[in-house]
């Protein structure tokens, strides 16, 4: 089955750069996204097609791809930024969506 | 405005039938592919299945393949998960999501309804 790789967790001071990786086979010949999770709320995108930004989603948050590894960052990370992000994709060979296991970003 | 409102979570023991519902509002439902996400207590998110627009194509996650079924009203701007057989590791926030098309994300999400699998 196919799998997406993220790093468990990743720290940042306020003010920083935050870059949180996630790697999977051939992924840079899919689209991959991102979405940011506050405790206790709902998934929310914030990166789509690789390194679109939804409206609404602040300018700070970046998406890029190199490879077979895709980046999400943010720069000028905030107290409000602390949150788990989660990768995606699709896989067609499976029919399956995939999400990474998950990123949690701690701002300290 | 956007609104997903899922409903239908409960305790359920093993083995038992749960029926979600997830009511759409806010667009056109009829035009837009639908998912269910879940995630367990402390994990992270796993996806469970999803829908054409037109409900003639399905998938599901290995996981539940089989035990769970996907369906859609369009008439009813309305998704639901019949889930059968459940098991404890069922046990999770059940997220329905809306999918633009072309495999590319899930631009909105529900707050989530919480089934809980045990005896």
């Known amino acids: 089955s196919y799998e997406l790789t993220q790093p468990p967790s990743v720290s940042v001071s306020p003010g920083q750069t935050a870059s949180i990786t996630c790697s999977g086979d051939?992924?840079?010949?899919?689209?991959a996204c991102w979405y940011q999770q506050r405790p206790g709320q709902s998934p929310v995108l914030v990166i789509y097609?690789?390194?679109k930004r939804p409206s609404g989603i602040p300018e700070r948050f970046s998406g890029s791809i190199s490879g077979n590894t895709a980046t999400l960052t943010i720069s000028g990370t905030q107290a409000m930024d602390e949150a788990d992000y989660y990768c995606?994709?699709?896989?067609?060979?499976?029919?399956?969506?995939?999400f990474g296991g998950g990123t949690k970003l701690t701002v300290l | 405005e956007v609104q997903l409102v899922e409903s239908g979570g409960g305790l359920v023991q093993p083995g038992g039938s749960l029926r979600l519902s997830c009511a759409a509002s806010g667009f056109m439902f009829s035009n837009y592919d639908m998912n269910w996400v879940r995630q367990a207590p402390g994990k992270g998110l796993e996806w469970v299945s999803y829908i054409s627009s037109s409900g003639i194509t399905i998938y599901y996650a290995d996981s539940v393949r089989g035990r769970f079924t996907i369906s859609r009203d369009n008439a009813k701007n309305s998704l639901f998960l019949q889930m059968n057989s459940l098991r404890a590791e069922d046990t999770a926030v059940y997220y329905c999501a809306r999918d633009p098309g072309g495999w590319l994300h899930f631009d909105y999400w529900g707050q989530g309804a919480l089934v809980t699998v045990s005896s």
């Open positions: 097609q690789d390194n």
């Open positions: 051939n992924l840079g010949d899919k689209y």
């Open positions: 995606q994709a699709w896989d067609s060979i499976t029919a399956h969506w995939v």
